[in-house]
């Protein structure tokens, strides 16, 4: 079964807002993956951090990995109808298989 | 191949019936992973492939569950004695070595 909680399971936001989600697990990861995943299609590799305290931007995408390891977040910024999707956290401990939450699915009124 | 390919797409088996799933991983990439998707769910880890050794399949659910990979390229899930809980999306991802996978389209499994 999934080991990390995603929070919130679904958000009903408006265009132009900030978004915010998190992942948190009980185990302890070396990486955390933040992937979005469109009706149909497989996930897609938003963004990858390796280090705990790690802060990586890519675009309007902000997600930090947290210190204690167990965390990690991701914000949107400035939110438009294209960012609607499921996103979902991914935990990645010694081994090579990842571990994901549920997803958290958002929708963007315009 | 520009991306990983599965195949097919959509899929409905009657119960009882075995099922043959395809994977074609983007070419040169070492590593072949499996994941079961169940409606409004996250994907849950399967199997894992290095090149043609099967190093993990701790989670295959149970012994109708069958991965390989022969030559290091291609690589087919086979579900025998389909059940109903057996429906769901089967994603499949490759990478070269460690992080950056790329998951195909998935095919979706109707255990009717």
């Known amino acids: 079964g999934q080991q990390l909680n995603q929070n919130p399971q679904s958000m009903f936001i408006q265009e132009g807002e900030d978004v915010s989600m998190n992942c948190t697990s009980s185990?302890?990861?070396?990486?955390w993956l933040w992937y979005k995943q469109d009706p149909g299609e497989g996930p897609v590799l938003l963004i990858a951090?390796?280090?705990?305290?790690e802060l990586t931007s890519n675009g309007r995408l902000t997600a930090q990995f947290g210190i204690t390891r167990k965390d990690s977040f991701l914000n949107i910024s400035a939110s438009i109808p294209s960012d609607v999707g499921i996103y979902f956290c991914?935990?990645?401990?010694?081994?090579?298989?990842?571990?994901f939450g549920a997803g958290t699915r958002l929708t963007v009124k315009p | 191949g520009a991306g990983v390919s599965q195949s097919p797409r959509y899929k409905v088996a009657k119960r009882g019936q075995d099922v043959a799933l395809r994977c074609d991983p983007i070419?040169?990439?070492?590593?072949l992973f499996w994941y079961q998707q169940a409606l409004g769910q996250g994907p849950e880890f399967l199997t894992y492939?290095?090149?043609?050794?099967?190093?993990?399949k701790s989670g295959l659910p149970s012994d109708r569950f069958f991965a390989e990979r022969p030559e290091g390229s291609v690589s087919t899930l086979k579900i025998q004695r389909t059940q109903q809980e057996d429906s769901a999306v089967y994603l499949c991802?490759?990478?070269?070595?460690?992080?950056?996978?790329?998951f195909g389209s998935g095919t979706r499994l109707t255990v009717v």
């Open positions: 991914a935990g990645q401990g010694y081994g090579n298989d990842m571990r």
């Open positions: 492939f290095q090149n043609e050794a099967q190093l993990d």
């Open positions: 070419s040169g990439h070492v590593s």
């Open positions: 185990s302890i990861f070396n990486t």
């Open positions: 951090l390796y280090k705990a305290g």
């Open positions: 991802a490759s990478s070269l070595i460690g992080n950056g996978y790329t």
